[in-house]
């Protein structure tokens, strides 16, 4: 098994599809943040908040600025189960910059571009002796840029099996993503999908980040973008032209 460093997305591969990371420590220090989040109102056993960012590189660096609040939606196509539904989830109250940062530096964005980020960080819960979906929309996209999952903590649960394919249907990954590990996807060319939770001694948990980025020219944010997930209109992402170039500066 490959070694897995901080902020390194298999640095041998030019183009990847997908990666684990090892999360650096000002990511895990925030797995005491997820005690008190509010129930998702969307989903049974999930509990969650959700903000919304423009990051951008400047002559100080990277920065980031919270958007304004709005609700999330997902394309149809991307979400059976609630794909084209405006929610109204609670927003963040942590300070995001770490979870940003290391998810800037594994999807290898360049300066020169902004980037639209969401930032969600949940909780699925699963009670003693249940099994729960953690992924009602069973294998997808999400469809973004880049997807990033970063898992804080599995406590008391077994199952929670990520499998990514590539459009083909080939198996790239299948395993757990362990607590301090992150999955990485280019969202445009992957499909994920997480396996039940089975909590068989205690009540258990999974508290994940999920990040997801978008060029901030074909961002998924605004009332054009949920005014065409409310029609049914397809949002793809774009799919040439924009990968990026490992050859890039990570920073
Ligand atoms: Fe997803």
């Known amino acids: 098994m490959r070694a897995l460093t901080p902020n390194c997305w298999f640095d041998d591969q030019d183009d990847p599809i997908h990666g684990l990371i090892s999360l650096p420590d000002p990511v895990m220090e925030l797995a005491g943040e997820f005690e008190a989040l509010p129930d998702d109102p969307y989903c049974r056993h999930r509990q969650r908040r959700f903000s919304q960012f423009r990051v951008t590189h400047t002559d100080a660096g990277w920065t980031h600025k919270l958007l304004p609040r709005r609700a999330h939606i997902q394309d149809r196509t991307y979400n059976h189960a609630v794909g084209g539904i405006l929610r109204y989830l609670q927003p963040l109250q ?7 940062d290391c998810a800037r ?7 020169g571009s902004d980037w639209h980020v ?6 699925m819960n699963c ?3 249940n099994q729960v979906e953690s992924v009602p929309e069973g294998l997808h996209r999400d469809g973004h840029q880049f997807v990033a999952i970063f898992v804080i903590n ?7 099996v990520t499998c990514v394919q590539d459009a083909s ?9 362990d607590s301090g590990q992150g999955m990485i996807l280019d969202d445009r060319r992957a499909l994920h999908h997480t396996s039940e939770l089975v909590a068989p001694l205690l009540d258990g948990h999974r508290d994940i980040f999920v990040v997801c980025a978008n060029e901030w020219k074909t961002r998924r944010y605004g009332e054009a ?19 990026i170039n490992s050859s890039h500066a990570h920073s």
Request: a positive charge; charged letters at 20%.
């Open 225 to 243: 973008f949920e005014l065409a997930c409310q029609m049914d209109k397809s949002v793809e992402p774009p799919t040439s032209g924009t990968l």
């Open 154 to 160: 599995r406590s008391n649960i077994s199952g929670a």
């Open 169 to 177: 249907g080939n198996t790239l990954f299948k395993d757990v993503v």
């Open 127 to 129: 009670p003693l002796a």
């Open 94 to 100: 942590i300070d995001a910059t770490a979870v940003i």
């Open 118 to 123: 969401d930032v969600h960080q949940w909780r």
């Open 105 to 111: 530096r594994a999807f290898r964005q360049q300066r």
